[in-house]
């Protein structure tokens, strides 16, 4: 690696001692100064942590959310657990969280593209992706989550009828059980684990490449 460097300028204070000297700074790794080739490989590196994290803290969010949902007492049918506004949107929430982790982002990448095939496999992420992308995320594509029809009323004039309205009629009738939501949260809390381990080999990876940074006026 060259040797990097960062302006005076750029540092911002994180922390100073009893004598108000400051000990630790923040940099955006883009106002150090590398080689074309060493900032390329620090950047990749960067940009998939910063997914990473991200993603974390969308996965900590879905499972308090989906507690929270739990601990208020999803009880009863599936229709009438779909029909109480408050759960409802716990359980949209919950599902739009996770499933961001797993759409294109930037460079056209997915944050979680270092997970394993198993978790991709996993038949609670296929559920939870189907609940996003076809309950939530795309309304016409949601016929395995959603029954309904669309009715005419029609008004009789002699011996013929006369359309008048159309309307939607039906329930949703495939809201998971307790037991599934609770097999969400397992899921999510292995999942999050492989996360940590990856952050921290992506941390690592990152400080050797950066290991003495010059402070230059």
């Keep these: 690696m060259s040797e990097l460097k960062v302006s005076r300028n750029k540092l911002i204070v994180l922390a100073t ?16 100064e590398m080689t074309a080739v060493d900032k390329c490989v620090v950047l990749e590196l960067h940009s998939e942590l910063r997914s990473i994290l ?28 779909y029909l109480n506004t408050a759960k409802r949107s716990q359980f ?26 198993s978790i991709l496999n996993d038949q609670n992420h296929n559920e939870i992706m189907t609940y996003r992308n076809k309950l939530f995320g795309h309304i016409d594509e949601n016929h395995e989550v959603r029954k309904d029809n669309l009715f005419w009323a029609f008004t009789v004039c002699d ?6 309205a159309a309307n939607l009629e039906g329930v949703f009738t495939s809201m998971p059980s307790i037991g599934s939501i609770q097999s969400w949260i397992e899921h999510i809390i292995k ?9 921290n080999e992506l941390r690592e990876s990152i400080k050797s490449k950066i290991q003495v940074v010059k402070i230059v006026e």
């Design 159 to 164: 011996d013929i009828l006369k359309p008048i």
């Design 54 to 81: 991200r993603a974390q803290a969308n996965l900590d969010e879905c499972l308090k959310t989906l507690r929270d949902l739990l601990s208020n007492g999803a009880q009863g049918a599936p229709s009438s657990f």
């Design 17 to 32: 001692n009893k004598d108000n000297v400051p000990f630790q700074y923040k940099v955006d790794i883009n106002d150090v």
């Design 191 to 199: 999942l999050n684990e492989i996360i940590f381990t990856r952050s």
């Design 92 to 117: 949209a929430y919950a599902t739009i969280l996770y499933g961001a982790c797993f759409l294109n982002g930037e460079n056209r990448s997915r944050p979680l593209r270092t997970v394993s095939s």
